[in-house]
């Protein structure tokens, strides 16, 4: 028997004459996990309503498709292109078995002209989506997340009942089912219907379970927005860690995690990335201990209020990021993903690191100030300088390191001359990422990367990369941009001395204006302010006479950071606050999270 559209949620309270009239030309259906509801390019063929399940809307991607968020029931899907009368600009798909309902464009139009208040209701929806876009939205956000454990010897539950009452202190509200929790229900009785209504009681589902040939395992992997798998530092992975067969929309879309457990000194039986690797993940974070920072952070990426930093380059001006860090922590703020690039992404990497505040400005300070890092010059073939003493102190610092086994995710940001287009470095060798990052082109060498890449600084496409955090993660996001508009001082440029009349006046530890000139013809085509508008706190310390060279205006500019930060955290943030029928905290109680913990 047909349903009634009085039974569908998002039409509650159309009057009967118009429901009746809808019923008959009205489609109710199902869409299976993992199958397409519609695909971008399509043109518009009605619009849909999730009635029961879930749905998500993605857009093509490199590697095949990129989330956009997801879709809850209640919601209209394909409503923009139906009113415009254009292709659908993005893909939807069925996360879970789904139940929908579709009024074609004449049932459509019938509904809007006969009831204008679901017109509104429509125009809200869009108009909330348009401006959340490249924003983080709670209902956009995963909920269910499949907690599966790679290995016996991990207690799953323990694990999940420990994020459960992390998120608590955070004032949300997450539910733990095991397998013993459902032994008692059917599979029918485990339909779309029963996660919609853990969803509306709670903030996240945790569906917890080992690897097993189980209906419940099946169940949880096939049901969940995201998978996280939690794997042993000191184990091997499986290879494959799932057979190609097992159905799973999460994987499926590589909305898949790895939580890496270290137990106190692991013996070396596999490279991090491996696990990686193995699971096909997206994101890699590490827990080495059971009651720690690494649990509150991991709380806070499933409650949206997990802080993403991005430090821009800027030359020596980007000492400033450093006064900015101390401020930042001083207030009690958390980094829970860390990026950068060029010398914002050497200061990032010192955040990562872990490095308290004297310990990183003593670094850079050796590093950067006590004596000019370019300053080993030579007769241009492909820089002035030969890169050795860059070289040098990147390895001095950050030793063999490498970026996917820093406690904080962390990404540094290149040039590829080859491909033309942007590097976003998330593993390998910390110390060779950040070279490749700092390499000013004529100035430093540039990287060779394998067969087919050379990389050169940052800045040259990205200098500011809020986008690239933006994919990265969904919680807050504090940018803090020291690059100077202006960049260039003509006044370097009138009749300029040769290279001995600059050392004679300057000495080696000062870089010769070719620096500028260089940054500014490499970054001509760049917008200046490219990246502000994303960043949900925006830090930008005035530092009018600090140009990008001066390396030794290091005390300066630590001191223009720290004060900017200050005044930036003395401001109220209305981006911070989520929407009222979100039930997790703002930025109120940060401060006070790591005491908590």
């Keep these: ?55 998500a809307a993605f857009k093509p991607a490199e590697r095949g498709h990129k989330l956009l968020g997801y879709i809850r029931p209640g919601e209209p899907v394909g409503e923009m292109a139906m009113i415009a009368r254009e292709p659908h600009s993005a893909s939807v798909f069925a996360m879970r078995d789904s139940e929908i309902l579709k009024l074609p464009p004449g049932a459509f139009d019938l509904l809007v002209h006969a009831h204008p208040a679901m017109m509104e209701h429509i125009a809200r929806i869009m108009l909330a989506r348009a401006r959340a876009t490249g924003k983080s939205s709670p209902r956009s956000d995963p909920k269910v997340y499949a907690m599966i454990a790679t290995s016996p010897t991990i207690d799953i539950e323990l694990r999940a009942r420990t994020l ?14 095991t397998e013993a929790d459902v032994l008692a229900i059917s599979s029918e009785g485990m339909n779309s219907a029963w996660f919609d209504a853990l969803e509306q009681k709670n903030d ?23 998978i996280w798998f939690f794997a042993r530092a000191d184990a091997l992975p499986s290879t494959p860690l799932l057979p190609p067969e097992e159905a799973s929309p999460a994987r499926q879309f590589r909305l898949v995690d790895v939580i890496l457990l270290h137990h106190g000194i692991d013996r070396k039986a596999t490279t991090t990335n491996e696990w990686r690797d193995a699971c096909d993940a997206a994101r890699l974070f590490h827990w080495r201990g059971l009651e720690d920072a690494d649990a509150a952070r991991l709380a806070r990426v499933i409650a949206r209020r997990s802080i993403g930093l991005v430090l821009s380059g800027g ?78 102190r990147l390895a001095e610092h950050f030793g063999e390191t490498l970026i996917e086994d820093l406690d904080v995710p962390f990404f540094a940001v290149s040039t590829d001359l ?59 996001i504090i940018g803090v941009d020291v690059a100077r508009r202006d960049g260039i001082d003509l006044e370097d440029f009138r009749s ?98 790591e005491t908590a913990d």
């Design 1 to 55: 028997m047909k349903p009634s559209l009085a039974d569908a949620t998002p039409l509650g309270g159309i009057p009967p004459d118009v429901l009746t009239a809808l019923d008959a030309v009205a489609e109710w259906f199902s869409v299976p996990a993992g199958y397409p509801l519609l695909s971008a390019g399509e043109p518009p063929d009605g619009v849909y309503f999730l009635v029961s399940g879930s749905l």
């Design 496 to 593: 300029p001395p040769g290279f001995l009349g600059w050392v004679a006046a300057h000495g080696f530890q000062s870089a010769p204006p070719i620096a500028s000139l260089l940054m500014r013809a490499a970054t001509l085509t760049i917008d200046p302010w490219e990246g502000r508008s994303g960043a949900d706190v925006l830090i930008a310390p005035e530092m009018p006479d600090i140009d990008m060279r001066d390396w030794k205006r290091f005390d300066d500019a630590v001191t223009a950071g720290y004060e900017a930060a200050v005044a930036a955290l003395q401001r109220p943030h209305g981006l911070f606050q989520q929407p009222e029928e979100d039930t997790i905290g703002s930025l109120a109680g940060w401060s006070s999270l």
């Design 418 to 476: 080859v491909a033309g287009a942007v590097r976003i470095h998330r593993g390998g060798l910390l110390r060779r990422a950040l070279r490749a990052s700092i390499s000013l082109p004529g100035i430093l060498p540039p990287v060779v990367d394998g067969e087919h890449g050379l990389l050169v600084d940052g800045a040259v496409l990205k200098n500011f990369p809020v986008d690239t955090m933006r994919e990265l993660h969904r919680g807050p």
């Design 164 to 177: 459960q009452a992390a998120l608590r202190r955070l004032g949300a509200r997450a539910v733990v089912i």
């Design 315 to 392: 030359g020596a001006r980007a000492y400033a990021h450093i006064g900015v860090v101390r401020a930042l922590r001083e207030a009690g703020l958390p980094f829970d993903v860390i990026g950068g690039t060029s010398m914002g992404a050497v200061i990032a990497a010192c955040v990562a690191m872990g490095w308290p505040n004297e310990e990183i400005e003593r670094r850079i300070s050796k590093a950067f100030v006590e004596s000019n890092p370019l300053g080993d010059y030579v007769i241009p073939v492909v820089g002035l300088s030969r890169g050795r003493r860059v070289d040098d």
């Design 204 to 226: 996240a589902v945790f569906l917890v379970s080992p690897i097993a040939d189980t209906r419940w395992f099946r169940t949880c992997i096939r049901q969940a927005d995201r």
